[in-house]
Nanobody, 115 residues
Framework: QVQLVESGGGLVQTGGSLRLSCAAS????????MGWYRQAPGKQRELVAF???????NYADSVKGRFTISRDNAKNTVYLQMNSLKPEDTAVYYC?????????WGQGTQVTVSS
């Protein structure tokens, strides 16, 4: 089992920045990769960014050049640095951890970008 706890969400104005954190605990040695997803009201959950065990990354086109995913293996934590935020970035952001057998989700953290 893996437990994920997100933090760092909040309210920010257009053009502002936020950094989300996701701390993993439990069977963290089983984690192959971690990512951030988001879900806006009335929309499906979508991938924002993902970082693999070899530190390769991929991003949604909508956030490329603005968001950066990184990880601190010593702290079992993954981060999402979000810059140049736009109102369309408003959503609940969820952390995800993938193992060979399954995936785990955090409880989500709200990000609201005001215009």
């Amino acid at each position: 089992q893996v437990q994920l706890v997100e933090s760092g969400g909040g309210l920010v104005q257009t053009g502002g920045s936020l950094r989300l954190s996701c701390a993993a605990s439990g069977n963290t040695v089983s984690i192959n990769g971690m990512g951030w997803y988001r879900q806006a009201p009335g929309k499906q959950r979508e991938l924002v960014a993902f970082i693999s065990s070899d530190d390769s990354t991929n991003y949604a086109d909508s956030v490329k050049g603005r968001f950066t995913i990184s990880r601190d293996n010593a702290k079992n934590t993954v981060y999402l640095q979000m810059n140049s935020l736009k109102p369309e970035d408003t959503a609940v952001y969820y952390c995800n951890a993938l193992t060979v057998y399954t995936g785990y989700w955090g409880q989500g953290t709200q990000v609201t970008v005001s215009s």
